[in-house]
Structure formats: C-alpha cells, structure tokens
C-alpha cells in the first residue's frame, strides 16, 4: 500500500517498529478495554494457538496461546496473549470477575468455574460437533441426536424473533421451547449409553454430552447467554487465517501487541465500524486525551451513548 499510495517501500524492520510505536500508544486502552469487559456479568472464552520464535532455540518456535474473551452484550472482544495454554493465564485474568463465563468442555474452565463467583455455562455447538464426528461410524444414533439439536437451533431462531432482545421474554419461551429438547436429549443418552462403546466416536459423544449437562442447564439461567460460543469463534476465525500467511510472531512481546490490535480490530468488526478510521481516528485523540476518559474512544462507544 505505501508502494501504491507513495511510492515508497519501507523496510519490513521499518514497519514492524511503526506497528510496535501503535500498540505502545494503545496499550492504555486496550487496558481500558479490559477493564470494560470484565465488569460485565457475561462473558464467552475461548482459546488459540500461535507460534511464536523461541529466542533460546534459534529456527524453533514455541506454542503460545490467545485467550479471547467476548462480552456479547456491548459487542466487545479481547484477546490476551499467554506462553501456554493452563489454567494460570485465565486464572489472573479472571480473578476478580463476577458472572456467567461461557466456554466449552476444556478442564482448564471447570478449574476456574470452582470460585463461586463464577457462573459456567456450556456450548451446545461443541457438544453437537461431538455427534457429527460420530455419524460415520454410527449414523444411526447420531442422526437421533443431531435431529434434536436442529429442532433446538429452529426454536431458537424464533424465538430470538418473537422475543425481540427482551432477555426475560427469551427465557421464558426458552424455557417452554428449547428445555425439554435438550432433557430429551439427555433421557436418551441415559437409556441409550449401556449399548455402545465407551471409546468409540458416539460413546464419546453421549459422555461428554453428559458431563457437560449441568453447564449446558446453565445456558438457561439468564435469556441473555447464547446457546453457544459461534461469537467467539468468529472473533477468533481472522486470526487464524492469518496464522496462515505470517506463520509466526517474532517474539512473546510481538504476540501480545499483535492481541492488542485483534482486540480492536475484532469489536469494531463486530459493531460494524471501519478499523482502519477507527484506529486512525484513535491515534490522533490518544496523545490529547484524559486518561480518565479512556473509555470514549473504544468502539461503538459514541453510537452507545446516541441511543
């Protein structure tokens, strides 16, 4: 783009500074982005890996991790780089939050969701994929589950229609509509279970359907929680294409600069705001602005204030 637009082509070195001086400037409020996130009471996690150059093995690289975290109320995602995928990085960055924390079966959320504080509620697309993987090897009873599952997704679309973002009406037709499906999922699984291989691909389902059904209960505590984590998993869906074409970061300090611009870069896509205005918009109001008023230039934050 610089080569078209100026005629110029600036070193890889050159750019990588440039990039590095942005994130310095935003890191305050990509702090305030945090901050933003976790006062909210419902939130979705999940986690990526990303390679990242091992400065004590020259050519290697390591297997670092990007915990996002989503709030799907104020459409706000951010990403926080760790060196590895146990439950410490989370841990911290959990370890005041109040709420509903939405994730998949992984062990690493039950060791979290052991504070009281702490609210776990299931993904049923996580438990449905289970069932899908299952269908070549036992079509039959996979079939039974994931016809279910279909009528579970079809209620739900109605009923995200007739409710119209009213979370306690959404409840209460949830709880009428979509509740006994997933019972008659379970009841099933139950009666169904002493006939099929414990290790095989639908034993394996039906188990983990299982040992997730109290988080996936959870789901219906509060109309606001999504039946499941497809928001977060959109969030996450750029970083892993780039993963294909840059392959690495460079660095542990890279990896977190380059979570701090998907964090922005992913709320505004999710708010529909262009990122290249709005982070040009931001930089040029980040050196004059109060540093108690932050939160003014995250996005979406003046459209939340017009209505």
């Known amino acids: ?53 091992d400065s004590d093995k020259k050519g290697s690289t390591h297997q ?72 070549d090897s036992d079509k039959k009873r996979a079939q039974i589950a994931l016809e279910v599952f279909k009528k579970i997704y079809l209620e739900e679309r109605a009923i995200k229609e007739d409710s119209q973002n009213d979370a306690q009406q959404r409840k209460k037709l949830r709880d009428q509509k979509i509740k006994p499906l997933l019972l008659q999922i379970k009841s099933w699984i139950e009666k169904e279970q002493f006939n099929v291989l414990p290790k095989s691909p639908i034993g394996k389902a039906m188990t983990y359907f299982f040992n997730q059904y109290p988080k996936l209960e959870n789901i219906f505590l509060d109309g606001r929680i999504e039946l499941d984590n497809n928001l977060i998993e959109n969030a996450i869906r750029p970083m892993a294409i780039g993963r294909k074409n840059y392959l690495f970061c460079g660095s542990h300090k890279a990896a977190q600069n380059a979570a701090i611009l998907y964090s922005f870069f992913g709320s505004c896509k999710m708010q529909g705001i262009n990122p290249r205005e709005w982070l040009a918009n931001t930089l040029e109001k980040l050196p004059d602005h109060s540093i108690q008023k932050l939160e003014e230039l995250l996005p979406g934050y003046q459209e939340k204030i017009t209505t």
């Open 1 to 53: 783009m610089f080569k078209r637009d100026f005629g110029w082509e600036p070193a890889q070195s050159t750019l990588g500074d440039w990039m590095a001086g942005c994130c310095r400037l935003l890191e305050p409020l990509y702090n305030t982005l945090k901050q933003k996130i976790l006062e909210s009471d419902y939130i979705q996690a999940d986690e990526s890996p990303i390679k990242v150059l």
């Open 64 to 135: 670092g991790y990007q915990w996002v975290y989503h709030d799907p109320v104020q459409k706000l995602v951010l990403f926080n780089y760790r060196k590895g995928r146990g439950q410490h990085g989370p841990k911290e960055l959990l370890a005041a939050y109040k709420g509903y924390l939405q994730c998949d079966g992984y062990t690493v959320y039950d060791k979290i969701g052991i504070d009281p504080k702490i609210t776990l509620a299931g993904c049923l697309v996580h438990a449905r994929r289970k069932f899908h993987d299952a269908l």
